[in-house]
């Protein structure tokens, strides 16, 4: 408090920040990557332990030994030929009512203007309700359809789904998802359930009957019935995450059960050497933190985290062990149905912003938002000291003691260039859906997809050089003290817009701010031409197309070493890429696209006008 209500104080301190600006930048800039990295030394990272007490985690005798009904169920389902093609909803009617479970279908249909026509398809769902209970509450167990995946995880819901229905401890309604089309049919289901449609473009038939409010959700997404383990997803739409007692749940019956638990297909290190141990840890974490930067639905459990649904989706991993068959998966899925039956409330003791850098250990937003912190604030010194440089020197007394007479310049002009950065990419947003039509009147033998990406190209090359040589949006012969002020004021409003991000999502802000401090600091004002060059250079460099170009491209190269990097595999990644974020967009509610147009893309406009001045 000294320092804002003692002038000379603070101007010392401002002094003292604007004397060693660039080394103070340079300093919190690596500060900012020592303090992520140390995260992972052992006496920072914490254990995980259980917050809710009444969870009682692998404290009761497990009893499924439906094992070779299972194994029946997938033996019918091998033999009906349809069932790689679409959901077999008939057989599934027919077994739900063999095993005496109830159940209800709902039809729905999805339009988009990029999926070129709309598609049908028809959910079905099977309910035990809770005979301890007044069914206020249930759990949700789901298997999105797909044809990777039904073999497997049909015939064990199936199978799990009779065990229960035999059982009379359950306190809660149990409801069994047999969503078609994958997500698409689970996102109808949800928005039926609640009343509350996410997406315009799914209509869905109103629901026959429900349960009561969702306490937490599993998907499975199993490929095997004989595994080394289960793989836990956790990460959800924008960034969000279950609570961490979910995961230790599942994670602790998992291990009761012979069964190994992966985190994005990577054991805990097996080794003792400190670096080995921390260099996988760090591995496991980037994987993390970039699958919940991109804010994607990766697994069934992603749609149900916008509801405030604690939810996981499990997969079977192949490893060298297949200590796991279809007896240790179910009866792990029961251990964790049994703990959450005991919930007397929803989660929320435990967290809900972590870092996952292996299965025993979790960082906790308390210790990783400082290297975010540090690295925001390294672009601070810079915005702070163009501030203190922009002041212009009105009268100087020749008596030493009196106080210099300084004055801000007019910034006025800043505010038609804020305003075009932030509207062109707004009327881009707008326009998607009819961004094909002009596209196709052209050339109309051009798919919808393709059209979709020559769209986005085209028009972010209009709204980045259009504006560039219009003098009411970019003012002419501004001055040194002008473009100091521009440039302090465009540098503080991103750091509010990464701060802004890294309540919802850390991982996003982070990543960004990598990338943007950087380009902050060295895109000053300079009077060099050749500076200026270089600094445009390097902007086109990190511009949004040149990133949504890479990204996919590393991605597939990273994941898929062996295979050569064609230019027509190069196109179809990064178009992949792309209508997959418009597709989720629309149909998910995943912010990724509008983040990009409302705020990622103005802001990089603002500093790229600027260059041009």
């Not at 601070?380 to 801000?408: D, H, R």
């Not at 932030?422 to 919808?448: C, G, K, N, W, Y």
Request: one cysteine or more; aromatic letters at 12%; proline letters at 5%.
């Amino acid at each position: 408090m000294g320092i804002l209500s003692d002038p000379e104080r603070r101007e010392a301190y401002v002094r003292l920040i604007v004397r060693h600006e660039n080394k103070l930048a340079l300093l919190l800039y690596i500060l900012s990557f020592a303090a992520f990295l140390a995260l992972f030394h052992p006496l920072l990272r914490e254990k995980t332990y259980f917050s809710e007490n009444a969870l009682l985690a692998n404290q009761v005798d497990l009893t499924f030994s439906s094992e070779n009904l299972a194994h029946r169920f997938e033996q019918e389902l091998k033999d009906l030929a349809c069932a790689k093609r679409q959901m077999p909803r008939g057989w599934l009617e027919e077994k739900l009512a063999e095993i005496s479970v109830e159940w209800y279908t709902q039809r729905f249909n999805v339009s988009h203007p990029w999926m070129g026509e709309s598609r049908s398809g028809e959910n079905v769902v099977g309910v035990v309700r809770a005979p301890r209970h007044s069914g206020t509450e249930c759990l949700v167990f789901v298997v999105p359809y797909d044809h990777h995946t039904v073999y497997k995880s049909v015939p064990l819901l199936l199978a799990l789904a009779s065990h229960f229905r035999g059982q009379t401890y359950w306190a809660k309604d149990l409801m069994f998802v047999f969503a078609d089309l994958r997500l698409i049919g689970l996102q109808a289901w949800l928005q039926a359930y609640h009343g509350h449609p996410v997406s315009e473009h799914i209509q869905g038939e109103s629901l026959f009957t429900r349960g009561g409010s969702i306490q937490a959700a599993l998907s499975l997404e199993l490929t095997s019935s004989s595994c080394d383990g289960l793989d836990i997803l956790l990460e959800g739409m924008n960034g969000q995450l279950p609570n961490l007692d979910l995961f230790n749940t599942m994670d602790k019956l998992t291990r009761a059960n012979d069964g190994f638990v992966y985190l994005h297909g990577r054991r805990d290190p097996p080794t003792r050497d400190l670096f080995e141990n921390v260099r996988r840890m760090v591995e496991t974490s980037l994987i993390g933190m970039w699958q919940q930067a991109g804010g994607r639905p990766v697994g069934g459990h992603a749609l149900f985290l916008p509801y405030h649904i604690d939810a996981l989706t499990i997969r079977s991993f192949q490893g060298a062990g297949k200590k796991m068959r279809y007896f240790n998966i179910a009866r792990s899925i029961e251990g964790t149905t049994r703990s959450l039956n005991n919930l007397l409330e929803r989660f929320h003791q435990s967290f809900y912003y972590y870092i996952m850098p292996n299965t025993y250990n979790y960082i906790s937003i308390g210790l990783y938002i400082p290297a975010l912190a540090l690295c925001v604030a390294s672009a601070a010194c810079k915005a702070l000291a163009q501030w203190n440089s922009a002041f212009i020197t009105a009268f100087e007394p020749e008596q030493k003691g009196v106080p210099v007479l300084t004055y801000l310049p007019d910034i006025t002009g800043i505010f038609p260039l804020i305003a075009v950065s932030f509207a062109l990419p707004l009327i881009l947003l707008f326009s998607l859906d009819q961004l094909h039509q002009p596209i196709a009147t052209v050339f109309p033998q051009m798919e919808r997809s393709d059209s979709l990406v020559v769209g986005l190209l085209l028009g972010f090359i209009i709204i980045a050089f259009l504006p560039v040589n219009t003098p009411f949006i970019l003012p002419r012969n501004l001055s040194v003290q002008q473009k100091n002020m521009y440039k302090s004021i465009l540098t503080f409003m991103t750091i509010i817009a990464l701060g802004s991000i890294s309540v919802t999502n850390f991982s996003l802000a982070y990543f960004l701010a990598l990338i943007a401090v950087p380009l902050m600091i060295f895109s000053l004002p300079a009077e060099s031409s050749f500076r200026r060059n270089v600094q445009k250079l390097l902007f086109l460099i990190v511009s949004p197309v040149t990133v949504c170009t890479l990204m996919p491209i590393l991605a597939f190269a990273f994941s898929y070493p062996e295979e050569p990097l064609s230019p027509q595999v190069c196109y179809s990644q990064v178009k992949l890429m792309i209508v997959k974020v418009v597709s989720e967009s629309c149909l998910f509610g995943s912010n990724l696209l509008t983040y990009s147009l409302t705020l990622f893309v103005p802001l990089w406009l603002v500093h790229w006008y600027l260059l041009w001045n």
